[in-house]
T-cell receptor
């Protein structure tokens, strides 16, 4: 089970934003982050807890280990306002966090 | 370029059956596991099923286990989700997704655009 926090947050362009994800057991960095914009399919941002997917801007970063993981967005841009999900892929039964909506 | 295109959604009545399809291209289809993920209106993402490249191994979320069946046709590069006995709570956008790595490893690196299934009387 993945517990994500906060469920929503308000931020301004240029802010630094941090989203947390806690796993119910150790997942050995098998953790991905997705961005989903309204009406669109999710897009992979980060995998293996801290590796940026090709094409993802460097203002996104992931960190963590064991059961605690974090997605950080530095210098928030207008196109970053979206909902973010964590996902564990340690288990064959993949699970997502509940999502964090980043609003203006 | 990897492309994944779902079809088969629409409006169904409770108790009816529906089969979703996902046509894929741009990668060696039988080398990768695939998954179905759904999203109820205004809700988060829910992984519901995965299938290995060979179709030998399948996994299901508890919410659909024993009810939905995932399958694939490697000769036609198509993924399926058979959904009998539909319930209103199955109303969602259904996405197909490709695993990043071989042998069912990694997260989901490519997704289709989704197909909306509405179950209502």
């Amino acid at each position: 089970q993945m517990t994500q926090s906060p469920s929503s947050l308000s931020a301004s362009v240029g802010d630094r934003v941090t989203i947390s994800c806690r796993a119910s057991q150790g997942i050995a960095n098998a953790l991905a982050w997705f961005q989903q914009k309204s009406g669109k399919a999710p897009q992979l941002l980060v995998y293996a807890a801290s590796t940026l997917q090709s094409g993802v801007p460097s203002r996104f970063s992931g960190s963590g280990s064991g059961t605690e993981y974090t997605l950080t967005i530095n210098n928030l841009q207008p196109e970053d306002f979206a909902t973010y999900y964590c996902q564990q892929y340690y288990s064959s039964i993949r699970t997502f966090g509940q999502g964090t909506k980043v609003e203006i | 370029e990897v492309q994944m295109l779902e079809s088969g959604g629409g409006v169904a009545q409770p108790g009816e059956s529906r089969r979703l399809s996902c046509a894929a291209s741009g990668f060696t289809f039988n080398a990768y596991s695939l998954a179905w993920v759904r999203q109820a209106p205004g809700k988060g993402l829910e992984w519901i099923s995965s299938i290995s490249g060979s179709a030998i191994t399948t996994f299901y979320a508890d919410s659909v286990k024993g009810r939905f069946t995932i399958s694939r046709d490697n000769s036609n590069s198509t993924l399926y989700l058979q959904m009998p006995s539909l319930r209103p709570e199955d109303t969602a956008i259904y996405y197909c997704a490709k695993y990043q790595g071989y042998h069912g490893s990694g997260s989901f690196d490519y997704w289709g655009q989704g197909t909306l299934l509405t179950v209502t009387s």
